[in-house]
């Protein structure tokens, strides 16, 4: 009922649209005034006007993203129906479209959202997180995009491309200051020559953690078990900087971007639900006692709960026009990170599940693209693509065996286990043996060489209509590798974790997979400017080869199991248009899947298992309604119906996905706001820009279970300021979740499977001031 309701909504919205904007286009408002919220794309790599490509995208510019005070994912994602980013941490971003999450940071899975950098798909979740600072524009793409982003776009991409080099002389500073001590920098410079521009841009971002952590101080059960001094959690300290090199070759352009980045943040705050910290509870929003481990470095490589990660990137894009209707492109590039973080699993003082992710990776690529675009019925481009990655997985583990064994019976409910667990290798050893530290580690590996041709055609038969059909195939060659050191606990006689010794030998596993992934798209423009659209396409997250080991007659053999591609039919439809002060667009969607793929917390590894037969229908909405020359309102919404259907033909034993909603997916989200821009006279001007974001209930895991989620919230955010010398120089005030709304990213995660899981608190109320300058 819910499902045909909001067709017949969104049958009326498309039916009452073209009927708005004509009235709308009557307004005394100029139409110039709504050209500028019009903004150009390149999703179908080539400029087009958003109301004309036929696909369901969002796009914002810099001058927006400023406004809405927008420089990480998770802050866009607010502002993008069908969009939730989750950023743990820097290490661990998960990207939704849709409901389909990559967050994985298993090297032996695929991603299943591209995030595309400069044309360049950096889609490998631990390498994937930059900070979105001197950018040009962010596109949201939505639907299997395997033709214009690559075969990691089984749902979607995110495409970031930042500020070129230009051929002028100019500049931009930038610093705030907010509370918990918030410091970020952030400048420009760009200089020019006759044939050849340079830009150079960088920032600075430090902020005290929004968690307390009383880890360490005296008299804390914490101080006795471990000793270790840690710093308050979820705060930053993060810094990056960006060389871009322009050159004019003839009638051609060379880009080159380099860029570097770097965090030293402090650790994730996963807050036991079950133990409370000395003093305290088991709230996530009040203090932690986050302990870690004495000999942390020695075993984990941090002394403390940190993040330390690395990523370098460059990349070149060479655009020469071989006549007036052709032109072809390179687009090629290199990134490697190396990030290592250290992670209190347990989310308590006691030290039972001390975990480091220690992950590097390389991805290289290269695309040769020829586009034709010199005539008004025909319109396309065809390609090779060059894809290879290969990076590890290192995770090694510390406890201590009385108070592993303790707590995985199901003992530690309370606080009464921070006496007792503690006390039970004693009690084991009829005192003999106080503590017996226990260490042990295991990798996984992936390579990845794919190789595709694409091609994609437009037709159009008459100046209103148009014919999209693309297609790209793919062969890929995958490689998962797998070790592991588990030595026996002394008081076990086993490895306590549920991870086979691989007895110094590293297992691996290969094969090859090819497909067809098409994409088939119309539009006709009904009225001028306002536009209807359908779209068929097909994308596909590649097999698994999940690999690991077992106890074999003679001792540890691989063990192999593949995980069936999965496959998903999107078909979707909409309304997109400008007209006077009004521009928007609506899509309605629906998603077949099969083999649906879904990440299992096994007590030790995260694996991806197939959950069976999916499906997904959803609405999406966007509008902009400029009311005057100084005042424009805006709104989006998103209705996504994301669940599991029926169970996969060989199941993953003891578990029953069918009927749970697709985790971190909300049902409803929704943003609105105003953007207030009034000139008082002789060059000053003064903005404000109020927002209001919602999101309802999402699950963290699948199997669905509302203890593990979160069941809803609304932030309100504000900006504004005033600029002077035609905003050349201004002051803005800022406020981020201004009620001081609490609320949780996360739940579940590792401490979930041993019986006691932990939860991510979200940013309380952030605010500060700004002073910036542009010459």
Not at 291 to 303: Q, T, Y
Not at 310 to 325: E, G, K, M, Y
Not at 415 to 433: E, K
Not at 659 to 680: E, I, M, N
Request: include cysteine.
């Amino acid at each position: 009922m819910t499902k045909i309701i909001l067709l017949a909504g969104a049958a009326a919205l498309v039916a009452l649209t073209p009927a708005y904007a004509q009235i709308a286009a009557v307004s005394d408002v100029a139409d110039e005034a709504a050209d500028e919220d019009v903004i150009v794309v390149t999703a179908q790599k080539r400029s087009e006007l958003i109301t004309e490509v036929p696909l369901t995208v969002t796009a914002y510019g810099a001058a927006q993203l400023e406004r809405l005070n927008v420089n990480e994912f998770d802050e866009l994602s607010a502002f993008v129906p069908g969009l939730n980013v989750q950023e743990q941490s820097a290490n661990n971003p998960g990207f939704v479209i849709r409901g389909i999450t990559s967050d994985s940071g298993s090297a032996q899975a695929a991603p299943r959202v591209t995030i595309y950098y400069n044309g360049i798909d950096v889609s490998r979740s631990r390498g994937s997180y930059f900070k979105l600072f001197d950018v040009e524009r962010v596109e949201v793409v939505k639907g299997p995009q395997a033709t214009l982003f690559g075969t990691a776009a089984t749902i979607g991409a995110i495409s970031v491309l930042t500020n070129k080099a230009e051929f002028e002389n100019s500049g931009a500073i930038s610093a705030s200051y907010g509370n918990l001590d918030a410091v970020e920098v952030e400048a420009m410079v760009n200089v020019a020559g006759e044939r050849i521009a340079g830009r150079v841009a960088g920032y600075y971002e430090r902020r005290d953690g929004y968690v307390r952590n009383i880890a360490g101080e005296a008299g804390t059960a914490s101080e006795r078990l471990v000793g270790i001094d840690q710093r308050d959690l979820n705060g930053l300290d993060q810094f990056g900087l960006r060389g871009s090199l322009r050159i004019e070759a003839g009638d051609g352009t060379i880009d080159l971007v380099a860029t570097y980045e770097e965090q030293n943040n402090p650790g994730t705050a996963f807050v036991s639900g079950t133990i409370p910290a000395s003093g305290g509870d088991t709230s996530p929003f009040t203090f932690a006692e986050l302990g870690g481990i004495a000999d942390s470095e020695d075993v984990l490589g941090i002394r403390e709960l940190k993040l330390e990660r690395r990523v370098f990137d460059v990349n070149a894009t060479l655009s020469f026009p071989l006549s007036d209707a052709v032109t072809l492109t390179s687009v090629s590039g290199y990134r490697t990170f190396d990030s290592l973080e250290t992670f209190d699993a347990d989310g308590s003082a006691l030290p039972f599940l001390e975990f480091a992710e220690d992950a590097d990776g390389r991805q290289m690529s290269t695309e040769l693209r020829l586009s034709y675009d010199n005539d008004d019925r025909i319109r396309g481009f065809a390609g090779v693509n060059l894809f290879h990655e290969d990076g590890t997985q290192r995770v090694p583990f510390s406890t201590e065996e009385g108070i592993y064994l303790f707590c995985a019976q199901g003992f530690c409910q309370d606080a009464a286990a921070l006496v007792a667990a503690p006390q039970f290798t004693a009690t084991a050893t009829g005192g003999t043996i106080t503590a017996l530290p226990y260490r042990s580690e295991f990798t996984n590996g992936g390579e990845n060489s794919a190789y595709s041709l694409f091609a994609d055609v437009t037709f159009a038969p008459t100046d209103r209509v148009e014919l999209t059909a693309g297609v790209r195939w793919v062969k890929e060659e995958r490689r998962s590798s797998f070790s592991a050191v588990q030595p026996n606990a002394v008081l076990l006689g086993a490895p306590l974790l549920p991870v086979v010794d691989t007895g110094g030998q590293t297992f691996v596993a290969d094969d090859s997979f090819s497909a067809w992934l098409p994409r088939f798209n119309a539009r006709f423009e009904i009225i001028d400017n306002v536009n209807i659209y359908a779209t068929v396409s097909k994308g596909r997250r590649a097999p698994v080869l999940n690999l690991g080991a077992r106890v074999g007659e003679n001792g540890p053999v691989a063990d192999l199991e593949r995980i069936s591609r999965e496959q998903v039919w999107n078909y979707e439809a909409g309304i997109k248009g400008a007209r006077g002060p009004f521009s928007g667009s609506l899509g309605v969607f629906y998603q077949d899947y099969s083999n649906f793929q879904t990440s299992f917390n096994t007590g030790a590894q995260i694996i991806a298992v197939d959950a069976g037969q999916a499906s997904n229908f959803g609405v999406e909405v966007e509008g902009s309604l400029r009311m005057t020359d100084w005042l424009r309102a805006y709104a989006t919404y998103a209705y996504i119906d994301a669940k599991i259907d029926e169970p996969a033909d060989n199941a993953f034993p003891g578990v029953d996905f069918v009927g749970s909603r697709f985790r971190l997916q909300p049902k409803h989200s929704a943003s609105l706001g105003l953007d207030f821009d009034f000139d008082l006279g002789g060059g000053t001007a003064l903005t404000f820009t109020p927002t209001a974001t919602y999101r309802s209930q999402v699950f963290f895991e699948i199997p669905n279970n509302p203890a593990i989620g979160e069941d809803g919230y609304t932030l309100v955010n504000l900006r504004g300021g005033v600029s002077f010398a035609d905003g050349r120089y201004a002051v803005h005030g800022f406020a981020t979740n201004l009620f001081d709304k609490a609320f949780i990213i996360d739940g579940g995660n590792t401490g979930g499977a041993f019986g006691l899981p932990t939860f991510i608190p979200g940013e309380p109320a952030l605010y500060g001031v700004e002073i910036s300058a542009r010459f």
